[in-house]
């Protein structure tokens, strides 16, 4: 059962609006979660074709075991495929999610491809969300690159 949102109804996806969800409605809507988010981005970049290489200093700012598979690669400086690397990171990594909690926060979704829908439907959204994976990449001194 899915209940999308209509053009009309002004900010209807945010939980501060004027529009009210019916009970049985409003009880299956979540705030996204960390594994939506991961899904979300990686979607996004797919979609933009993007990919990124890392200079060996990345090596040295991965925390944890859990990146073994991530570091074997990075340190060679080739370009993967963005959502590869987001697919890769572990749970505990919650700085990408922390940083795009501020744009997806007042989101009620009833799953992760609800939440695709919603944000693919709001160039703002996408776009802000693309802006925070572009510098998470960047501050851990990756270049990215879009397209084939």
């Not at 987001?86 to 799953?111: A, M, Y």
Request: aromatic fraction near 8%.
């Amino acid at each position: 059962m899915h209940f999308f949102l209509k053009a009309n109804e002004k900010d209807s996806k945010f939980e501060d609006s004027s529009v009210k969800y019916p009970k049985e409605v409003n009880s299956m809507l979540k705030y996204p979660q960390v594994e939506d988010i991961i899904q979300l981005l990686c979607f996004l970049s797919k979609q933009k074709m993007m990919k990124a290489a890392f200079k060996c200093s990345m090596v040295e700012s991965v925390i944890g075991e859990a990146c073994t598979r991530l570091i074997a690669w990075m340190t060679n400086g080739e370009f993967k495929p963005v959502y590869e690397i987001i697919e890769d990171l572990p749970l505990e990594e919650k700085k990408l999610f922390n940083d795009c909690k501020p744009i997806t926060g007042k989101l009620k979704v009833e799953s992760t491809e609800h939440l695709t829908v919603v944000v693919k439907g709001d160039e703002s959204l996408t776009q802000k969300l693309l802006t925070v994976l572009e510098k998470y990449l960047t501050d851990k001194e990756a270049t990215i690159e879009y397209g084939d």
